[in-house]
């Protein structure tokens, strides 16, 4: 097995891994993370270890915690967690890649663990840092960059609300909707990201719809309608758009956050007759189905950050066994831009 010619590089025999603890009924608590350590695995034939720089925490693992159907698998109660990581190979076996290489692949949320060579990918984010393989140059930037192209689809001129739109997917898709010469509204959850949005990345109006009524603003900044909704949130927020839709309007459904915590879905949709009366179409989409073309939404994001036409921020927490709390965080708005977790930068 290669491991790296570095004989200060050690790899110590354990390491600290998160498991579900139980699944959470309605919002999640601390109760539902257990961090145990454990022995060090050794990697198979065809397999590496990696030590873990960044662990990126993401709505979609609420999901994941829920027993029965979703988009992605649920976790079994006493189930490793995992999610996005970048880090470095420290250990391989016949896998391809070679210790020492940085690499990108969903792998548990532990300080080292164990995946199949193929599962993993060489990190070249160029002059960017390598965290941003999990943010704007990875999962959420292509998610930003397919709603926005493939499924939104914003012309110039149109006018364009996006929610969650300081987050990780939504900064991202207003700023490419803004470059197709959209007017973009943003929806999010304080004066300061809505400050970001429209002094910094160039929104054309945003809302702050934890103060403020949106409806009521949407009719102010959105006279004529809304011609397109990139929705990462669902909810009271949608309900307003969704009453303001102008005709032929693109609904590109990306996420419902405000709703991952319900037990029971509320009654709804319930202003589908909205999309009667304007002839909107609504779609649903996942990044993955996109994946024979990732290259070349990283390609392009990756261009326009080093042409300073791109702005993207991440939200560094410390430490994995501060990870629970990044995660809880997603559903109070802790975070702007993509929330990370920094286990061992080296
Ligand atoms: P994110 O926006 O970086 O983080 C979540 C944000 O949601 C928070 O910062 C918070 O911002 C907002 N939020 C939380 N609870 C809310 C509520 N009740 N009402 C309104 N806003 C709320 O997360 P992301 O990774 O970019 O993901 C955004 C959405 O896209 C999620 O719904 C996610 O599941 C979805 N997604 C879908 C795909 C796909 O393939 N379809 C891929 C990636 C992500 P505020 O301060 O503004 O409240």
Redesign the pocket.
């Known amino acids: 097995m290669a491991t790296p010619d570095d004989a200060d590089v050690t790899t110590p025999d354990e390491t600290r891994r998160y498991h579900l603890a139980r699944r959470p009924e309605g919002r999640p608590d601390h109760d539902t993370f257990e961090l145990r350590t454990v022995d060090v695995p050794e990697p198979g034939p065809g397999q590496a270890l990696v030590a873990t720089q960044y662990l990126s925490v ?3 693992m609420r ?1 994941r915690m829920r027993a029965g159907e979703s988009y992605s698998e649920p976790w079994e109660v006493g189930d490793p967690l995992r999610g996005g990581v970048v880090g470095e190979v420290v250990a391989a076996n016949g896998a391809g890649v070679e210790p020492g290489q940085t690499v990108v692949g969903n792998l548990e949320w532990a300080d080292y663990s164990v995946a199949d060579g193929d599962d993993l990918t060489p990190v070249d984010t160029g002059a960017l840092p390598t965290s941003t393989a999990l943010s704007v140059l990875g ?2 930037g292509r ?1 930003a960059y397919f ?1 926005t192209r493939e499924v939104a689809e914003p012309k110039a001129g149109d006018t364009m609300v996006i ?9 991202v898709a207003g700023q490419l909707a803004t470059l197709q010469g959209a007017d973009v509204i943003g ?4 004066d300061e ?1 809505v400050e970001w949005l429209t002094e910094e990345l160039g929104f054309a109006g945003g809302i702050n ?2 103060t403020e009524d949106v409806g009521a603003r949407l009719d102010d900044l959105a006279p004529d309608g809304v011609d397109v909704y990139f929705d ?6 949608t309900d307003a758009v969704f009453g303001r839709l102008a005709v032929d309007a693109r609904v590109a ?6 709703l ?1 915590n319900d037990e029971e879905l509320p009654t709804g949709p319930r202003k589908l007759a909205k999309l009667i009366e304007t002839r909107a179409t609504v779609e ?5 189905d996109f994946a024979p073309r990732f290259h070349e939404a990283t390609e392009h994001l990756g261009e326009l950050v080093a042409a300073g036409e791109l702005q993207y921020r991440e939200t560094i927490t410390e430490g994995l066994e501060n990870a629970p709390d990044a995660f809880l ?11 990370l977790v920094a286990v061992d930068e080296e």
Do not use: H, W
């Open positions: 993401d709505p979609y999901d999962m959420p998610t709603g929610s969650g739109a300081a987050g990780a997917v939504g900064s929806v999010a959850g304080s990201k719809y934890d990462n949130v669902g909810g009271p927020i459904v990306c996420g419902q956050i405000a991952y649903g989409f996942l990044v993955r965080g997603l559903f109070d708005g802790e975070n702007v831009g993509k929330q």
